[in-house]
């Protein structure tokens, strides 16, 4: 795998993870248990997929074959895709979005503000400008964890079941491969092990707050850096993809 | 006390184009008619969320995708200075949802017709945010100081929504033939509709005798509606789409467009929940707020608990 390849391979994880989890979010329009939380799903989606939209415009420019982010977005396959399984997980109830929010937003504040120091120059952009983003995402789902958690009996028990599920999840964030060995030699990519100690800190000290049980570390699922995804990936891209398959000459 | 003097002072006041504040007297009607008309308005921003949102996730590109979601996003936001400025007239957040649910308090008919292509979007956009804004700019100059100042934002936001959807009509109608006529068909079934939002002719409008004296409503229907047809078909004509009227003429001495008869029938039958989609707008907007419960519920109880803590402390 050459340095190209690999940037090309890094650049579509960080930009199908945006969209993907930025899409999910999305489909919370109109269903928020208040207008207000209506409003900042929709604006936490509009941060992600701008950033998806940059990244892949860079993958683009980087695997240099004339496509666009728009290519990239809307005519890859599912095993072509590199975003992690947990974005690809259905929304559930409100506390089950809560519960992954926190756990990717205190993942990529970890990732981003790492990234900020990146040799890449284009990708220590695009990360300065997630980290104002993503630290207010973090701030939002805590705020709810916290509520949900130390709110009713039936919050309490709800979300402490959403992290539950979910945690099994979790592990795949920190996998590495072929892609990241370069990549960090280069000083372009963070080890992503390096991460793992302050995003369980994080963890720890929201969900304690919230007075709920932090989930043990069991069996992980794993399998979105080879691309074998969750079932859930097939129709996103059906729905998401769909003008542009339909009408392949037509220009939006 | 309603006396003949507190109206005639009321009515100085408006006369005098000063506008009313939430602490100032006000007759009961007053205030009835604008709890009636801002929370209308308001559910038509939030149930307008709804068509649209259709295609947020189905959107054609990146860029299409983030200026549908700020779209929606500022819809909610109008939704919110509206919900704000009709709590000034003592009623609750609460309440308007519940009397929306209860069917008591109305919504925009035209958020009752599917959106039911990509082109759909463009036309809503268009032509009902097109027709919206026409309303709205009139209203700035209405009676009610809260109501009046939630129009100035929201007209701020409105051209781009206007602009939005006008850019993606424009594409289609430039595009391969399928884009064309895609684009063709979503006007010739949004366009009756729209004109039909700025409500019945003048000649038959039930409530706008008071609403113009007390100044609420600043122009008639008929006059806003003639405004949005002038300036819409010049548009369309840019685009090379055709307006659905044959009796569509440009009347030189006058100086406006002749359009042909409105479908009333239909627009009563829409109003009176029997448009495509009434029924499950509402049921959607009900069941968002029935799995939002436990969510508000858990909220309470946790700012509750937080400002025990504060006490004891
Ligand atoms: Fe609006
Ligand atoms: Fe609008």
């Given amino acids: 795998m050459t340095k190209q390849e690999a940037l090309f391979s890094y650049t579509l994880r960080l930009g199908d993870n945006a969209l993907i989890l930025g899409h999910r979010l999305s489909e ?81 504040l970890c990732l981003y503000e790492e990234l900020v120091k990146s040799k890449d120059e284009t990708i220590a952009a695009i990360s300065a400008k997630a980290v104002k983003e993503v630290k207010y995402h973090l701030k939002f789902a805590t705020d709810w964890t916290l509520r949900l958690g130390d709110g009713t009996e039936e919050s309490h028990q709800r979300i402490q079941k959403s992290f539950n599920d979910i945690w099994m999840y979790t592990g795949e964030l920190f996998e590495m491969n072929e892609v990241d ?51 859930n990936l097939g129709y996103i891209l059906a729905e998401m993809q769909y003008l542009q398959r339909a009408y392949p000459d037509a220009k939006w | 006390m309603e006396s003949t003097n507190n109206l005639e002072k009321f009515q100085t006041i408006i006369d005098a184009d000063t506008k009313i504040e939430p602490k100032d007297w006000m007759p009961e009607d007053y205030r009835k008619h604008l709890i009636r008309q801002i929370s209308q308005h308001a559910h038509s921003e939030v149930i307008g969320m709804q068509p649209e949102g259709n295609w947020i996730t189905r959107a054609p590109s990146l860029r299409a995708k983030l200026i549908l979601l700020a779209k929606i996003q500022d819809e909610a936001g109008h939704g919110l200075y509206l919900y704000s400025a009709c709590e000034t007239l003592g009623i609750s957040r609460e309440e308007l949802i519940d009397q929306l649910h209860t069917g008591k308090a109305k919504y925009s008919s035209i958020f009752n017709y599917p959106a039911v292509t990509w082109a759909d979007i463009g036309a809503i956009g268009w032509l009902v945010d097109g027709a919206a804004i026409v309303n709205q700019i009139s209203l700035q100059r209405t ?59 003048d000649s038959d409008s039930p409530h706008s005798g008071k609403a113009m004296t007390w100044r609420i409503k600043r122009e008639s229907n008929d006059v806003l509606r003639q405004r949005f047809i002038d300036k819409t078909v010049q548009q369309a004509e840019v685009i090379g789409l055709k307006i659905p009227d044959d009796k569509l003429k440009w009347n030189e001495a006058k100086g406006v467009y002749e359009h042909g008869e ?52």
């Fill in chain 1, 28 to 108: 919370w329009s109109s269903k928020g248990p208040l207008l207000e939380e209506d409003i900042a799903m929709t604006n936490m989606a509009l941060d992600l997929i701008g950033r998806a939209d940059a990244m892949l415009k860079y993958a683009a420019q980087v695997e240099g074959k004339g496509r666009t982010e728009d290519d990239l977005a809307y005519k890859r396959g599912e095993r072509q895709f590199l975003c992690n399984l947990i974005v690809q997980l259905p929304n559930g109830d409100f506390g089950y979005t809560i519960a992954r929010q926190l756990i990717m937003s205190a993942f990529d």
């Fill in chain 2, 143 to 201: 009676s009610y100081g809260p109501y009046s100042r939630a129009m100035i934002r929201i007209c701020k936001e409105e051209s781009f929504h206007q602009r939005q959807g006008y850019e993606i009509m424009g594409k289609l109608a430039l595009g391969t033939p399928e884009q064309k006529e895609m684009a063709q068909d979503a006007l010739n079934r949004w366009w009756w509709p729209s004109l039909m939002m700025f409500g019945p002719h």
């Fill in chain 2, 262 to 313: 409105i479908n009333w029938e239909e627009f009563n039958q829409v109003i009176n929940g029997n448009g495509p989609l009434n029924k499950i707008r509402l049921a959607n907007h009900i069941s968002a707020h029935e799995n939002g419960a436990w969510v508000r519920e858990a909220a309470n109880a946790y700012a509750a608990k937080q400002k025990k803590e504060v006490l004891v402390a």
């Fill in chain 1, 181 to 231: 060995a370069i990549l960090i030699k280069e000083g372009i990519a963070v080890d992503l092990n390096s991460l793992k100690a302050r995003w369980k800190k994080i963890m720890t000290e929201v969900l304690l707050e919230a007075t709920l049980t932090v989930p043990a570390d069991a069996y992980m699922q794993t399998g979105s850096r080879k691309g074998v995804h969750t079932e």
